[in-house]
Nanobody, 123 residues
């Protein structure tokens, strides 16, 4: 099993920046892909970004390209999401996730999930 714990999110003004982190513990050697999803009330969980084990491969949803950067530090078993130029529509609960195999934006590819952290962007 792998446990994921996200850092506290927060409230930020539009145009501002915020960095989320996610600490992984347990059988982290089994983790291949890590990623971030987000969800707003009444909507399905949305893929945001993913990164491969080496960090050499990344993918993003179109709406965050050029503004968000995903990275990971395997030595620290930590995943990051740097969010710049934030918009009110980025407001959501952000979830850290990890998978043992596969690569992509489907939530079904991911085996482990954090508890979620609220990010609120004010206009």
């Amino acid at each position: 099993q792998v446990q994921l714990v996200e850092s506290r999110g927060g409230l930020v003004q539009a145009g501002g920046s915020l960095r989320l982190s996610c600490a992984a513990s347990g059988r982290t050697s089994s983790v291949y892909v890590m990623g971030w999803f987000r969800q707003v009330p009444g909507k399905e969980r949305e893929f945001v970004a993913a990164i491969s084990r080496s960090g050499g491969g990344t993918t993003y949803v179109d709406s965050v390209k050029g503004r968000f950067t995903i990275s990971r530090d395997n030595a620290k078993s930590t995943l990051y999401l740097q969010m710049n130029s934030l918009k009110p529509e980025d407001t959501a609960v952000y979830y850290c996730t990890a998978g043992n195999a596969g690569w992509g934006s489907s939530a079904s590819l991911y085996n482990y999930w954090g508890q979620g952290t609220q990010v609120t962007v004010s206009s």
